[in-house]
């Protein structure tokens, strides 16, 4: 068994440690506008390397079962324009 005093020691110790590592997420107004629209769901739209429409998803949970992907995997494809498979996958945000 531990003393109290260890415990309080080993408590102080690792004060710092959780503190360090805490940052507080800023989101930027149009960061906020995207996650609201991407709320309402977004098309995706599937191009091959000719830049020939594939096909359009009506979101982006119908076009990562499609490919065979998670829901977090695809966005990596969305947003830095990497190709998959030999497709480019557009996203298309709504303007309301």
Known sequence: MHTSETKQNVSLSF???IRANFTPNIITIET?????LISQGVKVKVMDKSNDLVKVFS???STAKH???SNKALPIYLNNNKPYKGFILIPDYKDN
């Open 15 to 17: 004060k710092p440690i």
């Open 32 to 36: 906020r506008l995207k996650l609201s």
């Open 59 to 61: 979101t982006i949970t």
């Open 67 to 69: 490919f065979g992907l």
